[in-house]
Nanobody, 126 residues
Framework: QVQLVESGGGLVQAGGSLRLSCAASGRTFSSYIMGWFRQAPGKEREFVAAISRSGRSTSYADSVKGRVTISRDDAKNTVYLQMNSLKREDTAVYYC???????????????????WGQGTQVTVSS
């Protein structure tokens, strides 16, 4: 069982930056694939980024590629999402997810992840 707690969301102007954090409980954090998803009002949950157990492999949605960086610190049981050049369309609730058996080809599939955080709101104003 893993508990995930996101933080770092807030209100930011377009063009600004935010760094989201997701702290995980438990001693097996390094065994999980970690992902970030987001959900805007009236829309389905969508993939943002994911990172492999080793941290050497990452994947990004086309909509955020070049503006977002996912990273992990296994010593702190934490995964990060650095978001730069934020746009109004980035406004959403951002969720952290952990998966045990997630192949690289499945990184973008929310149903492949086993544990989810409660989400943190990101609002980008113009």
């Amino acid at each position: 069982q893993v508990q995930l707690v996101e933080s770092g969301g807030g209100l930011v102007q377009a063009g600004g930056s935010l760094r989201l954090s997701c702290a995980a409980s438990g001693r097996t954090f390094s065994s999980y694939i970690m992902g970030w998803f987001r959900q805007a009002p009236g829309k389905e949950r969508e993939f943002v980024a994911a990172i492999s157990r080793s941290g050497r492999s990452t994947s990004y949605a086309d909509s955020v590629k070049g503006r977002v960086t996912i990273s992990r610190d296994d010593a702190k049981n934490t995964v990060y999402l650095q978001m730069n050049s934020l746009k109004r369309e980035d406004t959403a609730v951002y969720y952290c997810a952990a998966g045990v058996f997630v192949w690289y080809s499945d990184y973008r599939a929310p149903q492949k992840y086993d544990y989810w955080g409660q989400g943190t709101q990101v609002t980008v104003s113009s």
